[in-house]
């Protein structure tokens, strides 16, 4: 997946100018931590560390809301002080001088900063949400703020973060947000009056592991040192297989001469092409580790009426970029893997008969090539749809194996020693959290979630020192097809029951999201309610508030004639929304079936006639529950659960 949502022209370039390791922490004589810049919130009611470098030995004088603190440099250049905690408020001034150098952060406000982290499902901007757009003209609030922390990585800890600014919430800004974190901090600004920071760390594709710390994780300077070894010598063999299987690791793109794309030439020969489907990642058909450029081709008839009046090509989703021709005229092209490929394509650009279709994708990181629903994938004509789903002519142009063959963010603690570490520092009011997607891909990895992700919890805490930081998540939501049956089992259910596991740490909170997925896109638009429902959350744990913040979750059930009843917690105003369903009972053979269910009062009961004596009942317990209707008084939708751990 693309870095930050942000393409280039070439996969290069994105891997070159976004994937970053490791620098100095010094640029200058006298130098800040990367978060005191201009626009930036502190912590209210904490205290305020400022810290940064200057040439050792040398005498800093830091002023900041009237007061000021001394430091004087260390043999490694660092310093840093510490002044007495401030109310909400602001615009403050921040002044540090050192050696005749000076450095003013203006506009300092004072609130409540939150840190948002998680993959691609944080990191998805505003632009892209549903309502996004609305939201980016509305957005006119200087004291609703965020920090984007680039995609990096270290092999240790570092100092300082390798880039990063402050930016407002306002229409030239706003775009850009993390879609979860803007609406979550636009509801706490509305309920706390104060201004709010986000600092948004987060990374598409991201696993677990990566955002947690090597003692967290139990990993040795010589266990660190063998996995290192391990994943160079993975490298080297994916390099190898790929070679035996393109011929070549070409670094020039042989479908392109100079602005001319070859390759596109609907006479062009393709008996050395590899067949391939699509949709589908490249990756997943042979094609492991590679990032770069690579080529599509297929064809579709028109008929003379149909050529005549055009037709809409529609290309689902493509990981990261795309070039896209028609008999050899450019359709469109698209930046962005998230982005539909909806490409409107003129009479003139057709013939009755046979037309070429051409596609030239370019990868930065992670899965490359189409993806998506194969009902995406269609020629629209004046007659009608014609799918485009199906094998296609595949050739690579480019290869760029980059970082992305050391799989960046996966590889344990490397994105918490760049993205994490150098800000633990900085004082926040807690954590939201939305990530588990690439921990869900086997019941055994989505089993092996829960103590990871109560480690990352406990880890995350003890960096900033704060046992009580509060710590908020999105439970996955819905994604696949509908089960004609009740599943045996599910990954992303499991998981989602290691993420429920982690309730049992203090000051924690979950949001549930069953109802605001989308069973063919791992990337739900519908981010509203998510923000939304996470300030619930926060209000509650963060802020002492009694507010509904819980849809109904289960508390206990009873079986007698042939009946599940099971009780509710939080489920005051219990009521379906249309169809209620996603109940499933078994019996003591533990054959599933799905059930009917009726509400009364705050308790819902379950039967089939297929389960007389049933022993176990489960509700929206699946990878992409249907009809799961069940919600509380409050709006908020019943949490999946089993009664079973069959």
Known sequence: MAPRFVSASSAALVAALLVTGPTSAQTGPLRLG?????????????????????????????????RTARAVAGADSAWSVDFPALPAGGPHALRVDAGGARVDVADVLVGDVWIASGQSNMEWPLAQATGGREAIFAARDPQLREFAVPHSWAD????????????????????????????????????????????????????????????????????WAAMMQADRDRVAALRESLRARIGGLPSADAGMEGVRAVWADPALDESGWTDLPVPGYWEQNGYEGLDGAAWYRTAFTLTEDEARQGVRISLGTIDDDDVTWVNGIEAGRTSGYSLPRLYT???????????????????????????????????????????????????????????????????????????????????VKGVIWYQGESNANNDQQAAAYAPLFSGLIRDWRRAWNDADLPFLWVQLPNFGAADSVPPRTAGWAILRESQSAALALPNTGQVIAIDVGDAA????????????????????????????????????????????????????????????????????????????????????????????????????????????????????????????EW
């Open 34 to 66: 990367r978060l005191f810049q201009d626009g930036m919130v502190l912590q209210r009611g904490a205290r305020v560390p400022v810290w940064g470098w200057a040439a050792p030995g040398a005498s800093v004088t830091v002023s900041l809301g009237g």
């Open 156 to 223: 240790d800890p570092a100092k300082d973060l390798q880039g990063g600014r402050w930016a407002s919430a306002d229409p030239a800004h706003a775009g850009a947000f993390s879609a979860v974190g803007y609406w979550f901090a636009r509801d706490l600004r509305a309920s706390t009056g104060v201004p709010v920071g986000i600092i948004h760390t987060s990374w598409g594709g991201a696993n677990v592991e990566t955002w947690m710390s090597r003692p967290a994780l139990g990993i040795s300077d010589s266990a």
């Open 345 to 427: 394509v003129p009479a003139s650009a057709l013939r009755a008969g046979h037309n070429v279709l051409v596609v030239r994708v370019g990868d930065g990181a992670g899965n490359g090539g189409p993806y998506g629903a194969a009902d995406r994938f269609y020629v629209e004509t004046s007659a009608g749809r014609k799918s485009l789903a199906g094998t296609w002519k595949f050739r690579v142009g480019a290869v760029n194996l980059g970082t992305d063959g050391q799989r960046i963010n996966k590889v344990p603690s490397y994105l918490y020693n760049r993205m994490i570490h150098p800000i633990v520092r900085y004082p």
């Open 521 to 644: 896109d791992l990337h739900p638009r519908d981010k509203q309610p998510v923000g939304q429902r996470l300030a619930l959350v926060a209000r509650r744990v963060a802020y002492g508030e009694r507010v509904a913040d819980r849809g109904p979750t289960y508390r206990r059930h009873s079986v007698g004639d042939g009946r599940v009843t099971v009780e509710f917690d939080h489920a005051d105003g219990l009521t379906a929304r249309g169809t209620l369903g996603a109940f499933a009972i078994a019996g003591a053979d533990r054959r599933w079936v799905w059930a009917q269910a009726r509400i009364e009062g705050n308790r819902v009961v379950v039967w089939s006639p297929e389960v007389p004596e049933p022993v176990a009942v489960r509700y929206a317990w699946s990878n992409g529950p249907v009809n799961a209707t069940l919600y509380n008084g409050a709006g908020l939708p019943a949490a999946p659960f089993r009664t079973d």
